[in-house]
Nanobody, 125 residues
Framework: QVQLVESGGDLVQAGGSLRLSCTAS????????MGWFRQVPGKEREGVSC????????YYADSVKGRFTISRDNAKNTLYLQMNSLSPEDTAMYYC??????????????????WGQGTQVTVSS
């Protein structure tokens, strides 16, 4: 049974930082491109960042470029998202996803083989 478990979400003040983690089990982690998505109630899910299995292909949404950094540790089956200079506009439920095709496919299509349950990030002004 595949599980993606996110953690690290919290309430933080604007300008602050958070690091999200997503730990995978039940799959061969380095077979998969991984990504972070976020969603606010009433809005479509947005791709935040995606990373290939080898980390040689990385994509960021324009809204987070220069502030967020995606990384992965294949030995620990864990995906990370370092989020700096947070703003209230970053408030959302953040989900990790695993995709067998590619990081480009994952971020462009928003479809994945597996999804986590999400972790809430709230940024106060």
């Amino acid at each position: 049974q595949v599980q993606l478990v996110e953690s690290g979400g919290d309430l933080v003040q604007a300008g602050g930082s958070l690091r999200l983690s997503c730990t995978a089990s039940g799959l061969t982690f380095d077979d998969y491109a991984m990504g972070w998505f976020r969603q606010v109630p009433g809005k479509e899910r947005e791709g935040v960042s995606c990373i290939s299995w080898s980390a040689n292909a990385i994509y960021y949404a324009d809204s987070v470029k220069g502030r967020f950094t995606i990384s992965r540790d294949n030995a620990k089956n864990t995906l990370y998202l370092q989020m700096n200079s947070l703003s209230p506009e970053d408030t959302a439920m953040y989900y990790c996803a695993a995709d067998l095709i590619s990081s480009a496919h994952l971020c462009s299509s928003g479809t994945a083989n597996y999804w986590g349950q999400g972790t809430q990030v709230t940024v106060s002004s």
